[in-house]
T-cell receptor, first 113, second 114 residues
Framework: KAGVTQTPRYLIKTRGQQVTLSCSPI?????VSWYQQTPGQGLQFLFE???????NKGNFPGRFSGRQFSNSRSEMNVSTLELGDSALYLC????????????FGEGSRLTVL | AQSVTQPDIHITVSEGASLELRCNYS??????LFWYVQSPGQGLQLLLK??????LVQGIKGFEAEFKRSQSSFNLRKPSVHWSDAAEYFC????????????FGAGTTVTVRA
C-alpha cells in the first residue's frame, strides 16, 4: 500500500511569490491534514479536510489556503510569500480522523529568499 | 485547551543503554496519545498510540510507553538503544471532539553514541 506522497519535495521561492504544494493520501483515506514545521515553532496545525470540506483551520493568516478534491488529493497554497514561511510542510492522511492516528508524508521543504 | 510538554530538548545515550523520553499532557477528557519519530529529512512515523485499556502499550522498533493518568504522563521507553534510534521524537495528544487535529510537543532529539 503506497504511503502519503507529497510534491514537490524541495522548492525555492522569493518573497512575494506564491506556492502550491500537493498531497496524495493513502488509498482509501478521506481525511487530509497539513502541518507546518519550523525550528522555532515546532509542528503547527494548518488545516484538515474530509470529503472536500475543511473541518478545522489553525491560527494562520489568510495567505494560507487549501482544498481537497473528490479523489481525496489535497493542495495547499501560500500567497505573497514571506521569509518566515520557510518551513517543512507536512501532509498527513487518516482513515479514522476522530482518533488522530495520522500517516505522514516526507514533506515539502520550502525556502523563501 | 490541549497541550503537550516534552521537558527534555536533547538526550544523549550510549548504544545498548536504556532510553526514557518524558511527555506530559493537558487535556480535558480521556486523551488519545501518540509518539512519533522523525529521522533527518523525513516525515513523521507513528511509533505507538494509546486510546484506552491497558496503560502499557507496545509499539514498533522495540518501543513501549506507559500512560499514567494521575501524573498526566505518557513516557516512552526502550530497554536497549540502537544507533539507528538517533532521531527526533514527538509526543502528541488529540483530537478533541470536533477539532480534528493533533497537538505536538516541541520534540526531543536523541543522539546515540557508540
Amino acid at each position: 500500500k503506497a504511503g502519503v506522497t507529497q510534491t514537490p519535495r524541495y522548492l525555492i521561492k522569493t518573497r512575494g511569490q506564491q506556492v502550491t504544494l500537493s498531497c496524495s493520501p493513502i488509498s482509501g483515506h478521506r481525511s487530509v491534514s497539513w502541518y507546518q514545521q519550523t525550528p522555532g515553532q515546532g509542528l503547527q496545525f494548518l488545516f484538515e479536510y474530509f470529503s472536500e470540506t475543511q473541518r478545522n483551520k489553525g491560527n494562520f493568516p489568510g495567505r494560507f489556503s487549501g482544498r481537497q478534491f473528490s479523489n481525496s488529493r489535497s493542495e495547499m497554497n501560500v500567497s505573497t510569500l514571506e521569509l518566515g514561511d520557510s518551513a517543512l510542510y507536512l501532509c498527513a492522511s487518516s482513515g479514522t480522523a476522530h482518533t488522530g492516528e495520522l500517516f505522514f508524508g516526507e514533506g515539502s521543504r520550502l525556502t523563501v529568499l | 485547551a490541549q497541550s503537550v510538554t516534552q521537558p527534555d530538548i536533547h538526550i544523549t545515550v550510549s548504544e545498548g543503554a536504556s532510553l526514557e523520553l518524558r511527555c506530559n499532557y493537558s487535556y480535558g477528557a480521556t486523551p488519545y496519545l501518540f509518539w512519533y519519530v522523525q529521522s533527518p529529512g523525513q516525515g513523521l512515523q507513528l511509533l505507538l498510540k494509546y486510546f484506552s485499556g491497558d496503560t502499557l502499550v507496545q509499539g514498533i522498533k522495540g518501543f513501549e510507553a506507559e500512560f499514567k493518568r494521575s501524573q498526566s504522563s505518557f513516557n516512552l521507553r526502550k530497554p536497549s538503544v540502537h544507533w539507528s534510534d538517533a532521531a527526533e521524537y514527538f509526543c502528541a495528544v488529540g483530537p478533541q471532539e470536533g477539532d480534528y487535529k493533533l497537538s505536538f510537543g516541541a520534540g526531543t532529539t536523541v543522539t546515540v553514541r557508540a
